[in-house]
């Protein structure tokens, strides 16, 4: 069952629509790797540049988090990112952008190993709010000929990344006007704290999606935050998706945020 905040209905991803088509214009995905003043190293990042990309147009900018067994990668392997975008701009239903997949677990050794669960590897979750303002958008905005105003710039997530993507993009609406959740986990701040001037919020935000599915055992992080923001008027988009804290509720979700960015 869809339910939404705003006067429209929220229609299923069609069948396909994470399907590979023949002959179609196809998107660039490539591997960078940025300097890291916050960590102390080098890192590395995803970056999906459109089909027709030219150095010459200037491109809005989405940020795509992964969860917390995920790392740069987590999208690309899972979720058939590039597939969804370039099918969308077939379908003529995507405003240009350039979508970045970064690793969000900011600390020296980033890999998803061991045990994901430990605390310093929580705190590098927390410490990637900083290196994204600091060193990771600096870098996109000096090497890709991106529009770097608050109105073109996107932030969302899946799981802990969709936490860090309501944190971030709710806590720094002066530099995010769009901001989307796919099943967001318990990293995410307590809603008072997400919105503590619900008016203010809801007079920034452009776009704030949330989407989780029907049987998520962490349902309960997007129930709180739907019903605090439909309290307090501040409009966005609740999706409940049949399914669980997996993949194709995850992807479905890129595919109804992405078409409705910029």
Known sequence: MNRN???????????GFDSEREAIARGI???????????????????????GYSADQEYSVLYLLHG??????EWYT?????????????????????VVFPNGRAMWDDRAEGDIFDAEKIRAFETFETELFGDLIPYIEANYPVLTDRLHRAIA???????????????????????GAFSPAPNTREPEI?????????EQLQLLWISCGNLDSLKHVSDRTHEYLSQHAVPHIWVEEQGDHDWPVWK?????????LF
Do not use: C
Not at 31 to 51: C, D, F, H, K, L
């Open 5 to 15: 905040s705003q006067d429209f209905e929220v229609s299923e991803a069609p069948a």
């Open 29 to 51: 995905m490539k591997m960078i790797e940025y300097p890291s003043g916050t960590v102390g190293r080098n890192r590395q990042a995803r970056v999906y540049t459109p089909p």
């Open 68 to 73: 917390i067994g995920g790392d740069e990668n």
């Open 78 to 98: 899972h979720g058939m990112p590039q597939i969804i975008l370039d099918n969308l701009y077939a379908d003529g239903m995507l405003r240009p952008m350039i």
């Open 157 to 179: 997530g899946l799981s802990m990344g969709g936490g860090q993507a309501l944190n971030i993009g709710l806590g720094n609406l002066d530099r995010f006007a769009w901001v």
């Open 194 to 202: 997400l919105a503590p001037e619900p008016k203010r919020t809801a």
């Open 252 to 260: 479905s979700g890129l595919y109804q945020l992405a078409k409705r």
